[in-house]
């Protein structure tokens, strides 16, 4: 019987950190930095929930949403978003306006952007002739979004 317990605290400890990544999948910065449905980005965070992925999601001090209830939210500058990108493979932004500035360390720190089709200083990757520097959604709620990464 103790052995048993041992085996069941193993496989809870680590899920209890707030930082807790589990190993070998990537991390997805998710960045609003202007107004968002909360509605949507509920739905979306559910939805990452089912992928084999690690998220954070960081409300700027141009977003006038908070971080609070949200899982893996946190609100920060634009300086420590930048310190996110440095662990990131993708960074999602859902405003049709991101920062330019963001974008940018993003791009800079190797995090793929993922970018409203809008965006028109990125360029869409293809998969067949393998060029483009983002991933684009074209619709911009949660389906769209959750499509795209």
Not at 4 to 16: D, F, H, Q, V
Not at 67 to 76: E, I, T
Request: hydrophobic content about 40%; aromatic content about 10%.
């Amino acid at each position: 019987m103790a052995v048993l317990e041992a085996e069941k605290r193993k496989l809870k400890e680590p899920e209890e950190g707030e930082f807790y990544l589990p190993k070998d999948a990537p991390l997805l910065v998710v960045v609003i930095d202007g107004a968002y449905p909360q509605k949507e980005l509920k739905k979306l965070i559910s939805g990452l929930g089912n992928l084999p992925l690690n998220f954070r999601i960081l409300f700027t001090g141009h977003s006038k949403e908070t971080a609070s209830g949200l899982k893996n939210s946190y609100k920060v500058s634009i300086p420590e978003a930048e310190k996110f990108f440095t662990f990131a493979h993708m960074s999602l932004f859902p405003s049709k306006k991101p920062s330019k500035v963001l974008v940018k360390a993003a791009i800079e720190h190797g995090a793929v952007p993922i970018v409203n089709g809008e965006v028109t200083y990125l360029k869409n990757y293809t998969g067949p002739t393998e060029n483009g520097n983002s991933f684009k959604f074209q619709e911009a709620n949660s389906w769209g979004m959750y499509a795209a990464i």
